[in-house]
Nanobody, 121 residues
């Protein structure tokens, strides 16, 4: 079994910052890409940012210049530093990771339970 646990969400005023963390644990052999998605009420889940094991990153246009994704491969953890937050960033943020578990050749996508980020105006 694999578990992804997010932390770091909360309530912040517009212009403020938050740092999200997501730690993967369990029967992990290897982790490929890790990423952050978000889902606002009434909207579809969307990619915010992703990072490969080698450190290549990509960002949604709405996140460029404000958010920074990073990871610690030794800790199986991915981070999302969010600066200059706006009310439209309000959403549940989900961590995702492509993981190969011990004893299997398949790669599967796993999701965390989500953490709420609320930005007040």
């Amino acid at each position: 079994q694999v578990h992804l646990v997010e932390s770091g969400g909360g309530l912040v005023q517009a212009g403020g910052s938050l740092r999200l963390s997501c730690a993967a644990s369990g029967s992990i052999w290897s982790i490929d890409s890790m990423g952050w998605y978000r889902q606002a009420p009434g909207k579809q889940r969307e990619l915010v940012s992703a990072i490969t094991r080698g450190g290549t990153t990509n960002y949604a246009e709405s996140a460029k210049g404000r958010f920074t994704i990073s990871r610690d491969n030794a800790k199986n953890t991915v981070y999302l530093q969010m600066n200059s937050l706006k009310p439209e960033d309000t959403a549940v943020y989900y961590c995702s990771a492509r993981i190969q578990t011990t004893g299997r050749l398949n790669w599967d996508n796993y999701w965390g339970q989500g953490t709420q980020v609320t930005v007040s105006s």
